[in-house]
């Protein structure tokens, strides 16, 4: 399936991320902020970026601009996966580049679903269907 960098502080949102995609066959790369996230998303160029906004060193938002200004890894889809889950706060990521805003808590099967159908090419063709 695809491969999956987990960008997130909170060790126990890393477990439960990473078992609910490695269950689903998934391979998933971590890192603890959003310097390290971009250190592993240039060596490892993942499929798919999961990524908190609210870090120490770097936040999500820092991370996400600086992903999408490399042209390195400004292709690689990010969903942002955060507890600030304000209506400014949605926007902001997406005017950044994310493709997603997921809001905590969410449940592991939705989250499975949701990096399948990202993986599958189903939602960019979406986005690209609606000029985005």
Known sequence: MGRILVVDDEPHIVKL???ALERNGHEVFQAAD????LQ???EEQPDLILMDVMMP??????ALE????DPETSDIP???LSAKSQHYEQAE???RGALQYICKPFTPRDLAETVNTILSGE????VRADGA
């Open 17 to 19: 991320v990473a078992f």
């Open 34 to 37: 959003g310097v390290a996230g």
């Open 40 to 42: 592993v998303a240039a």
């Open 57 to 62: 060193v770097m936040t999500g938002f820092d």
């Open 66 to 69: 600086r992903l999408k200004e």
């Open 78 to 80: 990010v969903v942002m």
């Open 93 to 95: 990521g997406l005017r």
């Open 123 to 126: 939602e960019r063709e979406e």
